[in-house]
């Protein structure tokens, strides 16, 4: 895929294990940042082409490419590589790409070192996606599963408790979390489906003001992984 933009490909070539084929750049080059970029990716081995505009054009479309386009392989890992890790986040058929790619900067910022998402009827990593997240989404491990609920299912043999996110259930206020936590977000619109629910050990709810409609999922997992991230640094 072609990615865009000078944060997502900082944070592409600063991860080795996605692998950065090519690197164009516009003939304009123009800025310091466009330059150290092109530094790192020669030095990676990576080729390097400069190029007018309208090629870039063509390469992403319409979107803000800042002078500067990179062929990307995003490498998703097995599941079995989650397990080691204290949060990892599940996403019940999540099918907008600008939630993705929030929850992955957010995830990032906050710990989450792992994001599971269904192989159907589900958004994957796309450019938007990279875009969004400002190149975060190359600091999480990403895992595509054809069953969620097996899926989960396997976390809970390795002592993981499962926490889904519903404005039906209990406050996080007074919820102790488990050392090992796999947190569910359900989808736009719909939430949590009721199979995934049935799987939960605990469903968890954000205090808000009365009379306010339910958060954004991106909104409610950035609140959510914050929350944890919070107690597992002061307790």
């Known amino acids: 895929m072609y990615i865009y933009g000078k944060n997502p490909i900082r944070e592409a070539l600063s991860q080795a294990k996605h692998t950065v084929s090519r690197l164009f750049v516009s003939r304009r080059r123009g800025?310091?940042?466009?330059?150290e970029i092109v530094r790192l990716a020669l030095s990676l081995g990576i080729g390097v082409k400069e190029v007018p505009d309208r090629v870039l054009k063509d390469l992403v479309g319409n979107q803000n490419h800042q002078g500067v386009v990179a062929e990307v392989e995003f490498v998703y890992e097995p599941l079995d590589n989650l397990f080691d890790y204290p949060a990892v986040l599940v996403l019940d058929h999540i099918q907008d790409p600008h939630n993705l790619g929030?929850?992955?900067?957010?995830a990032a910022a906050f710990g989450v070192k792992g994001i599971v998402i269904a192989q159907n009827r589900a958004v994957h990593v796309t450019p938007a996606v990279v875009k969004v997240s400002e190149g975060n989404i190359f600091k999480v491990d990403v895992s595509i599963v054809i069953n969620l609920r097996r899926a989960i299912e396997e976390f809970k043999k390795r002592g993981?408790?499962?926490y889904g996110a519903d404005m039906g259930g209990r406050?996080?206020?007074?919820v102790s979390f488990a050392e090992r936590v796999l947190l569910l977000l359900g989808s736009e619109g719909k939430g949590i489906s009721r199979l995934m629910r049935e799987s939960c050990d605990e469903v968890v709810a954000i205090p808000m003001e009365p009379k306010v409609e339910s958060l954004n999922v991106s909104v409610s997992g950035a609140i959510l992984m914050y929350e944890l991230y919070r107690r597992s640094r002061h307790g």
């Not at 800025?31 to 330059?35: K, L, Q, T």
């Not at 929030?102 to 957010?106: E, G, H, N, Q, V």
């Not at 406050?171 to 007074?174: N, Q």
């Open 102 to 106: 929030a929850l992955a900067r957010s």
């Open 171 to 174: 406050s996080i206020w007074d």
């Open 31 to 35: 800025g310091r940042d466009i330059e």
């Open 160 to 162: 993981f408790w499962v």
